[in-house]
């Protein structure tokens, strides 16, 4: 759904929508993005919103009529996945920040619309990975008292792994630009 018809939806129907600002961490920089309802917020141009800082950010949303939430940023560090990728051990993986940033990373392809994408066959191949991760975070909420899930780890999922995030940092450098924001602060 393009923004033009959120907006028109949210006046016919009186809706709230909420926009998260995200922070994202890849090459040294850090780029910051918005996120809506399962996506990323593109520009009219179809490009991703993005900013070097928060307050560019929240000048830009502003002047596309987007109000942010107030809270702090959501942050994904791609280059400590990245280096993960570059030396694969099963210690290193952080079943909540691996999670997040697949969901990011399903977010981000999403936004694209290339449901052909590398990235969405390395991720719908991978179900079984999403579910160990998932349970990997004992969540309070499905995991019950004194009870803790600790995911072991196959050398071939492993290797399933490093290619969803090698896929998805792919993705994020072809939608970020390997130089990020056009602007600089």
Known sequence: MRLDQLERLRQEQ???LFYFPCEVR???KDIFVVWHEGRF???PDGQLL????LDELVSDADEMGLSLIEDEP???DFDRLRDWCAEVTAE???CPDFLNAWNFFDDLAKSHEDSESVHFRVSRSADHIYEKLFWGNNLPSVTPPGERFAPVWST???AEIRRLIESGLQLVEEMLGRSGPTKQN
């Open 26 to 28: 890849v090459h040294g």
């Open 14 to 16: 009186r809706v709230e």
């Open 92 to 94: 290193g993986v952080d």
């Open 74 to 76: 959501v942050r994904y």
């Open 50 to 53: 993005r900013a070097w800082s």
């Open 41 to 43: 917020v593109l520009r």
């Open 156 to 158: 071939d999922e492993l």
